[in-house]
């Protein structure tokens, strides 16, 4: 289906795909397209926190921006329109986690958090733990400024993802939040990411820095069927 990216990293342990434009986070399409009761998709009401939202045990309300769930039959998800989708999978344990990581829950280690929640809730190892990142606005197309960059540097270490040039300062939040999953004891072969922009392909995505509104999103969703 040309409407939604499956990673293969989660071939044989869950149902896992990233939205474009064409479903964006619209629920009675994906349920209809995927064959998944309305009723049995969650999507959390996002506030660039980062708060881990846990769906069964803490009941199905809330903001939260990433959930974790052990129930077979729920798909969970994230909206994004720039912000990194993070899909995690416990390939061991069926624990599957969702994750909305703009600058804010990268600065917040959002997605640390999500894996120690996987690990103190459910007793998830990080070597059992594979991770997607989705379609996101990528390097040079998301520029920030000195104290955005120094908020993910301190929380993501040092790297490659980020440079300086002409005064300006740019990005990379998918490797960042790799940074923190390897970190977090995450195999590198474990993590999967796209190298998609979605301010690139504004007739793919929605693209809020491409765009300059909130009106659309696409996302990330997840679940054990």
Not at 52 to 72: C, I, K, N
Not at 99 to 122: L, N, Q
Request: glycine share 12%; charged share 25%.
């Amino acid at each position: 289906m040309d409407q939604i990216i499956c990673p293969d990293i989660f071939n044989g342990y869950a149902k896992a795909f990233f939205t474009g434009k064409a479903l964006g986070t619209d629920i009675e399409k994906i349920g209809a397209a995927m064959s998944i009761k309305k009723d049995d998709i969650y999507l959390p009401v996002q506030k660039h926190t980062d708060k881990v939202f846990v769906l069964g045990a803490e009941g199905r309300g809330g903001t939260a921006d990433a959930v974790v769930t052990a129930e077979p039959g729920m798909l969970i998800g994230v909206r994004v329109a720039d912000c990194v989708p993070i899909l995690l999978c416990d390939k061991r344990r069926s624990v599957v986690g969702a994750v909305h990581a703009g600058w804010r829950g990268t600065a917040a280690r959002i997605m640390k958090k999500t894996i120690m929640v996987m690990a103190d809730r459910f007793g998830s190892c990080p070597e059992d733990i594979l991770v997607a990142l989705g379609p996101s606005i990528r390097r040079d197309c998301y520029i920030v400024g000195a104290e955005v960059q120094e908020a993910v540097r301190k929380a993501s270490g040092e790297g490659g993802y980020y440079i300086r040039s002409g005064g300006k300062f740019y990005i990379d939040l998918p490797s960042a939040n790799t940074l923190q999953a390897l970190s977090s004891g995450i195999p590198e072969e474990n993590i999967w990411s796209s190298d998609e922009c979605t301010r690139c392909n504004p007739e793919k995505y929605h693209s809020y820095r491409y765009h300059k509104n909130y009106n659309g999103s696409q996302g990330g969703f997840i679940g054990v069927f």
